[in-house]
């Protein structure tokens, strides 16, 4: 069983992240565990950078990336971190963050164009300010990135399909590769995953690694339960 008071879901866009955030919270709830979950669009979010110009949901982050510059980013993220574990030390709380360590965080500062030193030099920090709550990750790997953004592009329709094309072409890192429309996109999507692949490998606390979990939720959700020590039927579905 992991002792933790802090569980991040993680993976790429659309992977499953807010249906597998939903059913941790669920069995948090069924098990009678005090707990809070934070969406990844949750308004007024502790530790989204920007507050209502943090690039998720259907804001694009362009104001976000004229208003803030990488060091900007880091500094304020880590008054977040701050303030979120101050409060969190008070109370009995498990969190659940939707989309944290890397998707609301790194996933932004990789779309400014951040260096690998100065990446590894911000996660560094926020495990060790996380590390007082025995973080623990779940991440929802789809395999090939090219592959999954067709999927999901094909799921969510034109309309996300357009959102994430703007969000990874027009950001800082794609203009200046002059990335263009979906091809663009999938080269981004590429680059994020093979990076995110990497940091999941060195993430220094307990981990669970899933994949294809569309194609089969109720082995995921087995593995989610086995891992954090639950036990008992299957109740919850796809949402």
């Not at 069924?30 to 979010?45: I, M, Q, S, Y």
């Not at 362009?62 to 510059?69: D, L, S, V």
């Not at 932004?108 to 996380?130: E, R």
């Not at 200046?176 to 429309?181: D, F, K, Y």
């Amino acid at each position: 069983m992991v002792a933790t008071r802090l569980i991040f879901i993680e993976g790429l866009p659309g992977s499953g992240k807010s249906t597998t955030a939903e059913y941790v919270a669920s069995e948090l709830r069924r098990h009678d565990v005090v707990h809070h979950l934070f969406r990844e669009t949750e308004p007024g979010h502790p530790l989204n950078v920007g507050g209502e110009l943090h690039p998720t949901g259907s804001t694009s982050g362009a104001r976000m990336f004229a208003a803030y510059t990488i060091t900007s980013f880091i500094e304020e993220s880590a008054v977040r971190w701050d303030a979120f574990l101050g409060e969190a030390q008070l109370t009995e709380h498990v969190y659940v963050l939707d989309s944290y360590p890397f998707q609301n965080s790194v996933r932004i500062l990789f779309q400014m164009d951040v260096d690998p030193t100065t990446l590894a030099s911000y996660l560094s920090q926020v495990y060790k300010m996380v590390a007082k709550l025995s973080p623990a990750l779940i991440y929802l790997d789809p395999g090939d990135p090219a592959r999954a953004f067709r999927a999901i592009t094909q799921r969510r329709g034109p309309a996300w399909t357009d959102y994430i094309v703007g969000q990874l072409t027009t950001c800082p890192r794609g203009l200046a590769r002059g990335l263009h429309g979906v091809n663009g996109a999938i080269a981004a999507f590429e680059n994020y995953k093979e990076l995110l692949d990497q940091l999941v490998a060195h993430f220094p606390f307990p981990r669970l690694i899933l994949t294809d979990c569309y194609r089969n939720w109720g082995l995921c959700y087995a593995m989610i339960r086995d891992f954090l020590g639950w036990v008992g039927p299957h109740t919850s579905s796809e949402g």
